[in-house]
């Protein structure tokens, strides 16, 4: 009965041909046969199948996706590739460029602002980090009185312990007892100190705060650098280090407007080859020059001197200009974006 239906089902969708139903039907195991025929004509599931017994791949990255765990990567494209002759700072073509002793260009005004915002937060913190540092001692100062006070209220009681009283021998001793203990009072406990009081008020009862809880410890501020670091290379960064770059225009009747929304701006201040992020560059210190590498290796490493300014050159005044990459992995520009986030463990 089961297997009738099941072989009428196949044939009204038309799945088999009837011929081949029918040898199925004479054949002992029909039914089996059937099932087979089904299992090896199914298709894999789909990408939003809700209905399959395993978790697949696919289903797992999406639910990592939207639910915020999982570390994320993805691919910079040629839009997200700062320009060769682009601010570090800005990501804008550069007005008034320079460039540090690592080859990272930025805009001067930008590179400023910078330098000047990371000295008064290094002020700032140098503040904070000197007030902590007085607090400290001023604590260290407390402790040191109180454990002096504490060392002579010790030896006082002591003291008042030694010394003896005499007794009346014509009065009874529990008369004398009481009576020297009216007429001589002992060493009596101390009122309480005003600074205790003071310090209960100062508590506050909100023992839920993070900041009062039993294994909440104080923050303590490490002193901080006063160098000035370079925000690209994190290495130091002085003002004087700063070299004025002087970029050679492809076409000099072109205004500033008119060079940003060409492909090729800028040409090799010697050889006049086209500049690009696919073309290695170098900026020469003294003149402030940029030419390819091809030309630094070919004609000025030869003599070392400056074709612009005629200066002689050393292996310092030649700065490699760092490239924002091309959008092909053989660029050699690391173009893999992660984030990293919470890992969600199944």
């Not at 294994?215 to 130091?236: D, I, Q, W």
């Amino acid at each position: 009965m089961l297997a009738s239906s099941a072989l009428s089902l196949l044939q009204s969708a038309g799945i088999m041909g009837r011929s081949f139903l029918r040898g199925c039907e004479e054949l002992p195991g029909g039914p089996v046969v059937t099932c087979a025929v089904l299992s090896c004509r199914m298709t894999r599931h789909g990408k939003n199948c809700t209905a399959g017994a395993v978790y697949t791949y696919h289903e797992k990255k999406k639910d990592t996706a939207a639910s915020g765990y999982g570390t994320q990567n993805i691919r910079l494209s040629r839009d997200a590739v700062k320009d060769f002759d682009c601010c570090c700072l800005s990501l804008q073509p550069c007005h008034d460029p320079v460039v540090t002793p690592d080859g990272y260009l930025y805009e001067r005004e930008a590179i400023l602002e910078y330098i000047l915002h990371q000295k008064k937060e290094i002020a700032r913190q140098m503040k904070a980090y000197e007030k902590e540092r007085g607090a400290r001692r001023e604590e260290q100062k407390k402790l040191q009185r109180a454990a002096a006070q504490d060392q002579v209220r010790g030896f006082l009681e002591k003291e008042a312990a030694i010394v003896s009283r005499p007794l009346n021998p014509f009065t009874p001793k529990a008369a004398s007892g009481s009576s020297t203990d009216e007429s001589q009072p002992g060493p009596s406990a101390a009122p309480p100190s005003k600074d205790k009081d003071r310090d209960k008020d100062k508590v506050l009862p909100s023992f839920w705060i993070p900041s009062l809880t039993p294994e909440a410890k104080a923050t303590k501020l490490e002193k901080p650098s006063r160098t000035v670091t370079c925000p690209m290379s994190g290495k130091p960064l002085r003002m004087c280090d700063l070299t004025p770059v002087r970029f050679t225009p492809l076409d000099d009747s072109v205004d500033r407007v008119g060079l940003i929304t060409r492909s090729e701006r800028y040409v090799c201040a010697v050889t006049r080859d086209s500049l690009s992020n696919a073309t290695p560059c170098a900026v020469l210190r003294p003149s402030g020059a940029v030419v390819t590498l091809e030309c630094v290796e070919r004609l000025i490493r030869k003599d070392m001197v400056d074709p612009v300014s005629g200066d002689t050159l050393t292996e310092r005044d030649i700065i490699v200009l760092q490239r924002g990459g091309t959008g092909f992995a053989g660029s050699g520009v690391k173009l893999q974006a992660e984030m990293s986030r919470p890992v969600m463990q199944a």
